[in-house]
């Protein structure tokens, strides 16, 4: 039986094309190296993703950078970096939008900022990119940039990544680690989670420290989304969530991608590529279909090797049905959910 369409909720497609990795051209054609192509993505069955617009911090604080990593007794803690240049990190987001602006122009591709759209997309042949900040230092703390980013089809929103923002904590890289390892939203950040709110813009919590996870919980009258993620109760990465966590975005109707990243998904964290697809099937046992969909990290992270590239998204959904997943509970893992809460959070 044919696989239902895919949303995928986190891709870094955009850096490649901005570090020089790839060109808009590849994402289009497709591309030798990498994990995203228009024809790979097609193959997988994606219909459309959240592409992210994602300024790293300079290379020395890189997370495999010399002596950022500490290995411990029973696994590693990487270096926060510290907050970005506003300037540097407001330049480099207009460098990545402009790549995606190049790549919703080309023919059957289009930009997705309704939830119309995004259901064209899963019905129809067009591939839709949804826009997501990951991290929120290109906007500006008075927020007074937020309406252009808006205009230019920001549609899902991260407070932080793994450093301090205006708005939030990130939480940093550790294994094994609680979440509860930092601290939580800013006043500024109160208000940027009201502002996404009253324009309909997902605010996005992953990476979020878990102070900073329950204070959104707390702001928001929208649906949680945390866009990449996977159970802590399986592999307990600081990045990942508690129960608590995930019964707290089940309350509120809303959605967790499921990451393909490695040291995320593996129970000892270990950042290997040769990680068996029966791990992701724990992680959906662990955090049920009702409230999760798929949020691979493609072009950002180690992806196991059983996945390999955007195409393997299929071998994703088949590994499922073979667990004993209904067609019923695919489409709900793959696209159902998505859409479910862009409708109650953009519309």
């Known amino acids: 039986m044919d696989s239902p369409a895919v949303v995928d909720g986190h891709n870094d497609a955009a850096l490649a094309v901005w570090r020089g990795e790839a060109t808009v051209d590849d994402l289009v054609d497709g591309r030798d190296d990498g994990h995203l192509g228009l024809p790979r993505a097609r193959d997988g069955g994606l219909a459309a993703g959240l592409f992210a617009v994602f300024v790293p911090s300079e290379e020395q604080f890189a997370p495999d950078a010399d002596g950022n990593r500490v290995e411990t007794d029973d696994g590693y803690r990487i270096r926060s970096p510290p907050p970005l240049a506003p300037s540097f990190a407001a330049n480099a987001a207009d460098e990545m939008l402009a790549a995606l602006d190049d790549l919703v122009a080309r023919p059957g591709v289009r930009r997705v900022e309704t939830a119309a759209d995004l259901r064209a997309c899963i019905e129809g042949d067009d591939f839709g990119v949804v826009v997501h900040f990951e991290g929120a230092e290109p906007i ?19 407070l932080a990544w793994s450093r301090p923002t205006a708005f939030a904590d990130g939480v940093p890289f ?9 601290g939580g939203l800013t006043e500024r950040g109160r208000r940027l989670v009201e502002r996404c709110n009253d324009d309909g813009v997902l605010v996005d919590c992953a990476h979020l420290t878990e102070q900073g996870f329950w204070d959104v919980h ?5 649906p949680l989304v945390v866009s990449h993620t996977a159970a802590h109760a399986v592999c307990p990465s600081s990045r990942n969530l508690t129960d608590e966590q995930l019964d707290a975005v089940a309350d509120t109707d809303g959605v967790v991608g499921l990451t393909f990243a490695a040291s995320a998904l593996r129970p000892d964290g270990a950042n290997d590529a040769d990680t068996s697809l029966d791990v992701v099937v724990d992680h959906v046992d662990r955090m049920g279909v ?13 992806i196991p090797d059983s996945i390999g590239d955007a195409a393997g998204t299929r071998d994703v959904l088949a590994a499922l049905r073979d667990a004993g997943y209904e067609n019923s509970a695919l489409r709900k893992l793959a696209h159902e959910n998505w859409l479910r809460v862009c409708e109650a959070t953009w519309d």
């Open 140 to 158: 500006r703390p008075d927020r007074s940039n937020f309406a252009d980013y808006y205009e230019r089809g920001l549609r899902s929103l991260g």
């Open 174 to 182: 550790r294994f094994p680690s609680s979440p509860d390892v930092g």
């Open 218 to 222: 707390d702001a928001s009258t929208a």
């Open 290 to 302: 009702e409230h999760v969909a798929l949020g691979s990290d493609f072009d950002g992270a180690t």
